[in-house]
């Protein structure tokens, strides 16, 4: 079972794809307050809640020259915007290039995440199945469902199989998965930063420990290749190409990667391993695509329970014609848990999900990203959004595929503080200097609890966007972003400043 603060560990030390000779120590991390017990892989913004920022700024009697004062001390020549908006009465309170056409990063989750809330039932909780024919001991069809369940751990599914030997089977002539719920594709935009981080998993119908894998290595004799151990064993899904040696030299360079082979994943070892070394590990790695990397995980704790599976995993819907019985049903959290874990821990992959799921609910199935993107405008329609500049073509805001200027995404923020779906979606939110992504930031006793918003960072982007509550319970919607930047650390602070600023009369 993987935990929280380890997952995110690992994320961080997964997103750098490149040599590496020990592991890195991993940074502490309070767990969230609501998190599935599948560890989150975090985003590409993994470190926005490692560094408190200092928040003082010019104040004046005019809070308007002010913000703006503090806006414009962004360092460098960057593209920027910023809009903030009186809630009770829609009077602009600062803007400057509220309709400038920005990349959003991770903000674009908002989206994503309001579309799920108007659109789910959020205290469903998705099961992942296990459907037989026939009742003895040899039945012609297995069956494993997915409902696109990213909390899925391997030791679910090892569940599964002894549920299904305890039910009396024993061999099993076809093993039939059903993973029609999405489509394979990657999210669009995942192909513009070729990457093995975990940040980039891909999602599917059936998901397993985050569509991710562990790599450990040994040496092995002098001269021979390092002995390299993938957890989970998902069998046929993953195939180790070990091109590296060991040696007796006390320094070494060992690079672990994954790579896509069709459908299965490769793990790639090269470069030395010195025999001083006890253990390295990889850290998380992408595996190529998450129905096939659990159905294959299945079918090997199955054969590790006892039960024979004579062909398979087979891809495609339920097969007709035979009735078919549930044998066992697995469920870990609802919706709303997930939605939590998505905006507070800014994770990609239950983003994608929750995106994904839209589009299955309004296009039907197979989702593919052009239904999620549909889905989401159907969903939030009703709203009456102002759209002028926005594009959302995948859930979690990697890399450059979506976009969004200030005065849009201030838009969907009043409209769903008036919508009946709007407070699950608020309550989603990080909160500044309390948790999520936030957890580190605006932590002042004048600003902590009175910030919930989305964070959003690439290399070349820092992002911010929620509500903030001021003097008196006024509350404000805003939001924030800079790009073509260098570090987003100077523009958090800024940002931080600007709430400050916004917040304390």
Same mark, same amino acid.
């Given at each position: ?156 599914? /090892? %569940?599964? *199989?002894?549920? #299904? $030997?305890?039910?009396?089977?024993? +061999?099993?002539?076809?093993?039939? !998965?059903?993973? &029609? =719920? ?67 030299? /006390? %320094?070494? *360079?060992?690079? #672990? $990667?994954?790579?896509?082979?069709? +459908?299965?994943?490769?793990?790639? !070892?090269?470069? &030395? =391993? ?232």
């Amino acid at each position: 079972m993987f935990r929280l603060r380890f997952a995110i560990a690992c994320a961080v030390l997964a997103s750098s794809a490149g040599a590496w000779a020990r592991p890195a120590k991993p940074p502490t991390r309070r767990p969230a307050q609501v998190a599935p017990r599948h560890a989150p892989s975090h985003g590409d913004e993994a470190d926005d809640d490692v560094t408190a920022t200092a928040i003082t700024g010019p104040r004046t009697a005019d809070k308007g020259s002010d913000l703006r004062a503090i806006f414009r001390s962004a360092p460098g020549k960057v593209r920027g915007g910023a809009l903030i908006v009186d809630m009770a009465t829609g009077a602009t309170v600062f803007e400057e290039n509220a309709d400038k056409v920005l990349t959003p990063a991770s903000v674009a989750k908002l989206y994503a995440t309001a579309a799920a809330v108007r659109t789910l039932d959020l205290d469903k909780k998705p099961a992942t199945e296990v459907k037989a024919a026939g009742t003895g001991a040899v039945t012609p069809q297995l069956v494993l469902v997915g409902a696109a369940d990213p909390t899925m751990t391997f030791g679910d599914y /090892k %569940k599964l *199989a002894q549920s #299904v $030997a305890a039910a009396g089977v024993q +061999r099993v002539k076809k093993l039939w !998965v059903d993973a &029609t =719920l999405f489509d394979d594709a990657l999210p669009a935009g995942f192909d513009q930063k070729p990457t093995d981080a975990a940040y980039r998993a891909p999602v599917g119908a059936l998901q397993m420990d985050a569509s991710t894998l562990q790599v450990t290595v040994r040496p092995g004799a002098v001269g021979a290749p390092p002995l390299v151990e993938v957890t989970p064993d998902a069998g046929a899904a993953v195939v180790v190409v070990n091109q590296a040696k060991t040696t007796k030299a /006390k %320094k070494d *360079a060992l690079v #672990v $990667a994954t790579r896509p082979a069709g +459908r299965k994943t490769e793990v790639v !070892v090269s470069g &030395t =391993l010195s025999t001083s070394r006890k253990v390295i590990g990889s850290g998380r790695r992408r595996v190529a695509d998450a129905s096939y990397f659990a159905a294959h995980a299945f079918k090997q704790v199955l054969v590790a329970e006892g039960v024979v599976v004579e062909e398979g995993p087979v891809f495609g819907a339920e097969p007709k014609g035979q009735p078919l019985r549930t044998l066992a049903s697995h469920v870990h959290h609802d919706w709303r848990t997930i939605l939590h874990v998505t905006n507070k821990q800014s994770h990609n992959q239950y983003a994608e999900t929750l995106f994904k799921l839209v589009g299955a609910h309004h296009g039907g199935a197979p989702a593919t990203s052009q239904k999620a993107q549909d889905g989401v405008r159907k969903a939030l329609e009703p709203l009456g959004l102002h759209w002028e500049g926005t594009r959302i073509a995948n859930g979690s805001g990697l890399y450059k595929a979506d976009t969004l200027t200030c005065r849009a995404a201030v838009s969907l923020l009043r409209a769903m503080h008036k919508d009946p779906a709007g407070a699950a979606w608020r309550q989603s939110l990080a909160v500044g200097g309390v948790d999520g992504t936030l957890r580190g930031r605006l932590k002042a006793p004048e600003t902590k609890g009175k910030i919930q918003a989305k964070t959003g960072t690439l290399d070349d982007v820092s992002g911010l966007a929620g509500y903030a509550e001021g003097a008196g319970g006024k509350l404000y919607a805003f939001a924030f972003f800079f790009n073509d930047i260098a570090g987003a650390g100077p523009y958090r602070g800024v940002q931080d400043r600007m709430l400050r600023r916004l917040v304390v009369d």
